[in-house]
């Protein structure tokens, strides 16, 4: 198994921007996993300028599959005083398969400090849990472990609720990691189909709510959950807590269905 520090080391710069393959464990389906290739995205995105502050907000589309080799580009739009817009693409075979704005901000002095909401209450891993890695037939789960726990009490219909982390993270950077993290349950509307199915991420909006996003032992408590789908489509948020209940993100996805 080909680690995302591994990949990022053997990125191969040319006069564009950097090249490289995409292992087939990072794959799901036919196009690599959406997680692996924004991080790949924002890990060029951060090399695109000096000095940058912490990253604040993604803003991804999948636009095309992605799968052999792969060019990541990536360019600055705009830098002021506190805060700096990188765009980001990666190509692939069949053309432009993701573009991603980042944007990157310092803390500023504010007399507003509002945390409202508190993790589930859903405990985290303890030594005594089962881990288990890889879900058959999906090849990028390979590199993550899972808790396997009863889910909690009182989900919906369309929610997921598990604790994730990356296998192999050494040297990465957070905000690197929690970006493949962040993505990696499934569609919440895939429980209303009642097992797999045809799907495909569209949008993905990511804002990370602090500056140095940190973890303990690697595990983050992702949750995902579907106030709508219809007609083809569904809209999802989903929220990242640390080990320790404090938030890292909250995300929203569309997703296209197939069933």
Same mark, same amino acid.
């Given at each position: 198994m080909i680690g995302l520090p591994e990949v990022i080391a053997g990125l191969v710069r040319d006069e564009n921007g950097w090249r490289t393959t995409i292992p087939d464990g990072w794959l799901q389906g036919r196009t690599a996993y959406g997680g692996f290739s924004a991080a790949l995205a924002l890990h060029a995105a951060m090399a695109a300028d000096e000095d940058l502050p912490p990253l604040r907000s993604a803003q991804v589309s999948f636009i095309g599959p992605l799968s052999g080799e792969i060019a990541v580009r990536a360019e600055r739009l705009r830098r002021g005083r506190n805060a700096a817009f990188v765009q980001a693409d990666v190509i692939g075979e069949a053309g432009l398969g993701l573009r991603a704005t980042f944007v990157f901000m310092r803390d500023v002095e504010s007399r507003v400090d509002h945390r409202a909401g508190?993790?589930?209450?859903?405990?985290?891993?303890?030594?005594? *849990?089962?881990?288990? !890695?890889?879900?058959? $037939? &999906? /090849?990028?789960?390979? @590199?993550?472990?899972? =808790? *396997?726990?009863?889910? /909690? /009490?009182?989900?919906?219909?369309?929610?997921?609720l598990r604790w994730v982390r990356l296998r192999d993270r050494d040297g990465l950077h957070p905000a690197v990691e929690l970006m493949a993290v962040a993505d990696c349950l499934p569609p919440a509307a895939?429980?209303?189909?009642?097992?797999?199915?045809? =799907? #495909?991420?569209? !949008?993905?909006? =990511? @804002?990370?709510?602090?500056?140095?996003?940190? !973890? !303990? *032992? $690697?595990?983050?408590?992702?949750? #995902?959950?579907? $106030?709508?789908?219809? @007609?083809?489509?569904?809209?999802? &948020?989903?929220? &990242?807590? @640390?080990? *320790?209940?404090?938030?890292?993100?909250q995300q929203m996805q569309g997703v296209a269905l197939f069933a």
């Open positions: 508190r993790p589930p209450d859903f405990p985290r891993p303890a030594a005594h *849990d089962r881990v288990f !890695t890889g879900v058959r $037939g &999906v /090849a990028f789960t390979q @590199n993550f472990d899972f =808790v *396997d726990q009863r889910d /909690a /009490a009182a989900l919906g219909p369309a929610e997921w895939m429980r209303l189909l009642g097992g797999p199915a045809p =799907v #495909s991420s569209m !949008t993905w909006l =990511v @804002n990370l709510l602090g500056a140095a996003p940190a !973890t !303990t *032992d $690697g595990w983050w408590l992702l949750r #995902s959950a579907s $106030g709508f789908a219809a @007609n083809g489509s569904s809209s999802q &948020v989903m929220d &990242v807590w @640390n080990a *320790d209940g404090v938030p890292a993100a």
